[in-house]
């Protein structure tokens, strides 16, 4: 019997089809290909060697071992943003909105190594990698034009990555995008009404109920939301209140980036290496101070694929219950 679940930070429904699906392992990709990659690929413009290949770099964080890059920044050769010499609306007519696409989009090499996906690193690589995310991101929000900024990451084909190599990227837009714009309505309303922050409440609440609880210590609570779109949807909060993933300190980041590489580790175990996108939701940038917004990860593995009911109503059909792919996740905890 499936169920319609509301989700309550985006308004969104989602249909939990349990049944179509079998047991949460059955839709598993055990043995990709990406475990034979070399370390090194001639060709590759960001394997080390070859960074005259793409532009120059923004940001170079190094390893303490060989004190060469470990990680690195640059701006995106094709760009789907890029900075313009002017921003401002160009809309045709009373209907039709736009404004210059100027804004920003990085690449971020995650490490020299062609085949060091997440979850074979270590806490240290880990650190460097969610540190130079902080960095650009600031150095993003700092433009002047920047109204959001969105890091993000696809692991795998399926998840829409054209290089192997292992990267993120990060978008500063000119404007909040809607989805965005609407979990932070959603947030705001339920803060005037409550005074509470939603994302605290949503928390204590699968603590409370704790069958969708992947881990939780004292510092971040991950758990398979209860209107999950997609089996294994993963959400990593931190149990400190904070708007902006701007703001974290050291620590904190420190801490994030060992529950992200223990996260990802527990994915891989649990379902075989799916691909993924992760996504790090923090308040836009004229709303990093107010009190009800909280910033957080989704993580989205790719194992089914959107059709039409999906693109044509938005409502996803999940063909596993959070509440059993939470339990496959904690199993398969080191
Ligand atoms: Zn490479
Ligand atoms: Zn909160």
Not at 201 to 217: G, P, Q
Not at 246 to 261: M, N
Not at 270 to 290: L, M, Q, V
Request: one cysteine or more.
């Amino acid at each position: 019997m499936s169920e319609l679940r509301l989700n309550p930070a985006t308004g969104e429904w989602v249909i939990i089809a349990a049944d179509r699906g079998g047991r949460p392992h059955d839709f598993a990709h055990p043995g990709r290909s990406r475990r034979k990659l070399p370390p090194l690929v001639e060709g590759c413009p960001f394997c080390p060697g070859n960074e005259g290949m793409t532009p120059n770099a923004l940001l170079e964080l190094p390893s303490e071992s060989s004190g060469r890059w470990q990680v690195r920044a640059f701006p995106n050769k094709y760009p789907a943003l890029g900075p313009g010499s002017a921003s401002g609306a160009t809309s045709e007519g009373p209907l039709f909105a736009a404004v210059t696409g100027e804004g920003a989009h990085e690449v971020l090499v995650e490490t020299p190594l062609h085949n060091r996906f997440p979850a074979d690193r270590d806490d240290g690589e880990m650190a460097l990698l969610v540190q130079a995310y902080q960095q650009r991101y600031l150095a993003l929000q700092s433009h002047r034009s920047t109204k959001y900024v969105l890091i993000f990451k696809n692991h795998g084909e399926g998840a829409g990555t054209s290089i192997e190599h292992p990267h993120s990227q990060i978008i500063a837009a000119p404007v909040v995008p809607e989805k965005e714009q609407r979990r932070c309505q959603i947030a705001c309303e339920h803060y005037d009404r409550t005074g509470r922050c939603l994302y605290c409440d949503i928390v204590n609440e699968e603590l409370r109920l704790a069958s969708r609880v992947v881990y939780h210590d004292n510092q971040f609570v991950v758990f398979h939301p209860f209107a999950a779109g997609r089996p294994a949807e993963t959400w990593i909060v931190p149990r400190d209140h904070a708007p902006s993933f701007g703001h974290v300190d050291e620590q904190g980041l420190r801490a994030f980036a060992s529950v992200l590489l223990q996260t990802l580790r527990q994915l891989r175990t649990a379902f075989g290496d799916p691909d993924f996108n992760y996504a790090i939701h923090t308040a836009p940038k004229d709303e990093e101070d107010r009190p009800y917004y909280h910033w957080h990860l989704q993580l989205i593995p790719r194992m089914t694929k959107a059709a039409g009911l999906e693109l044509g109503s938005g409502m996803y059909v999940n063909v596993a219950a959070p509440e059993d792919t939470a339990e496959a996740m904690r199993q398969a905890r080191p």
